[in-house]
């Protein structure tokens, strides 16, 4: 599976900003699929994940309430819509593929997206 992100930018504290990523290649319509990300000199941390029908969503504690996942199985696609930016959320995004229908982790990822950078400014 291949996977590609995108609609990372510059936004400042409080804005809005969403991210999508297209699945191509091999199929990943029966995964579960997630959004992972690393701040500079910090390890890649899990965000939220979303199982194969668009439902078990899951959150990090520190996204809860502010950050939305979604997927759109007929277009191979899912997004994270984040609202109430802080600038301790300026990282490199990633969406991966995971093992499973349900649930993933940094050990279950099987594909990882390029990343796109999400940097906000106070």
């Known amino acids: 599976v291949q996977l590609q992100a995108s609609g990372g930018g510059l936004v400042q504290a409080g804005d809005s900003l969403s991210l999508s990523c297209i699945a191509s290649?091999?199929?990943?319509?029966?995964?579960?699929m997630g959004w992972f990300r690393q701040a500079p000199g910090k390890e890649r941390e899990f965000v939220a994940a979303?199982?194969?029908?668009?439902?078990?969503?899951s959150y990090a504690d520190s996204v809860k309430g502010r950050f939305t996942i979604t997927r759109d199985r007929a277009k191979n696609t899912i997004y994270l819509q984040m609202k109430s930016l802080k600038v301790e959320d300026t990282a490199v995004y990633y969406c991966?593929?995971?093992?499973?229908?349900?649930?993933?982790?940094?050990?279950?990822?099987?594909?990882w997206g390029q990343g796109t950078q999400v940097t906000v400014s106070s």
């Open positions: 991966a593929v995971g093992r499973s229908a349900v649930g993933i982790t940094s050990r279950t990822v099987t594909s």
């Open positions: 290649g091999r199929t990943s319509s029966n995964n579960a």
């Open positions: 979303i199982g194969w029908n668009g439902g078990h969503t």
